[in-house]
């Protein structure tokens, strides 16, 4: 599932052939994606319009164009864009498809539909049910050591658990929060009034910056705008190691379950 890293990287490669297009037509499949795509509004607020700016914000694209409205997109689990020439055939699970006046089209595939493609007025995007619930994106000014020790207080949970909060840290996925504790040197386990927020606030940013560098972790679908996989798979240090060796005390990583989803630690690393 692509986090924070991996859509910034697709923000990047989306830029240089996007921004500054015009939007010459769209199709859709029909198939609902998390939610059905409002074609209707997408004819009449996007096409004609030229592409302003790729922005993000936690795990979400907002491509703002010129006729006032901007495109929130969210990858949902397997959701990637994709940049061909019109003759190219179309690839299976296409379900949205810009023509540009550059010639090309920019295609959106989603194998499993988890994705999110909507269209609001910009002024109103913030505001949105998607954007509106969100906490601070940590790569952002707002996320300070003061905001991740206020919502470290608010909540009585597993740290690991509350990484993945949406509505507390927007953009930090399962891969990123286990390596963020990891490197923090806390166990998963360990409350949130107990968590030294500086000494996690600095390693959530340095995972987060150390993902984006190496253009994102692909174990899966992943690829970005130029079809490239990442490479931050090959600096993991617990995500996906489990009955191996930590490579900085040569324990064995192990795994547990919170919350239903698979968390990888050092137990001699992690307090
Ligand atoms: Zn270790």
Not at 106 to 113: E, N, V
Not at 224 to 252: F, I, K, P, T
């Amino acid at each position: 599932m692509p986090e924070l890293p991996e859509v910034e990287w697709v923000a990047r490669t989306l830029r240089p052939k996007l921004v500054g297009r015009r939007i010459v037509g769209v199709e859709t499949s029909g198939k609902k994606l998390r939610q059905p795509v409002e074609r209707a509004k997408l004819q009449k607020l996007a096409v004609g319009a030229t592409v302003d700016a790729v922005a993000r914000t936690g795990k979400y694209l907002l491509i703002e164009l010129s006729s006032g409205a901007t495109l929130v997109s969210h990858l949902g689990m397997t959701g990637w864009y994709l940049f061909a020439r019109p003759e190219t055939a179309r690839e299976k699970h296409t379900h949205v498809v810009f023509t540009l006046d550059s010639g090309l089209e920019l295609r959106y595939t989603d194998h499993r539909r988890f994705g999110i493609l909507r269209i609001y007025p910009t002024p109103k995007v913030k505001k949105s049910p998607e954007l509106s619930i969100l906490g601070a994106d940590p790569l952002e000014a707002v996320f300070t050591v003061e905001y991740l020790a206020a919502q470290l207080k608010a909540t009585r949970r597993d740290v690991k658990t509350f990484l993945l909060d949406q509505t507390r840290i927007a953009g930090v996925g399962n891969i990123y929060a286990c390596e963020a504790l990891f490197l923090a040197g806390i166990s998963p386990r360990k409350k949130t009034s107990r968590v030294d927020a500086a000494k996690l606030h600095a390693a959530v940013q340095k995972v987060l910056r150390a993902g984006i560098a190496n253009r994102g972790t692909s174990f899966s679908d992943y690829v970005d705008a130029e079809g490239e996989a990442g490479e931050n798979q090959n600096s993991l240090h617990v995500y996906g190691r489990e009955g191996q060796r930590c490579r900085v005390c040569s324990s064995v990583i192990r795994r547990l379950v919170q919350g239903a989803r698979s968390t990888f630690y050092c137990p001699k690393c992690q307090r």
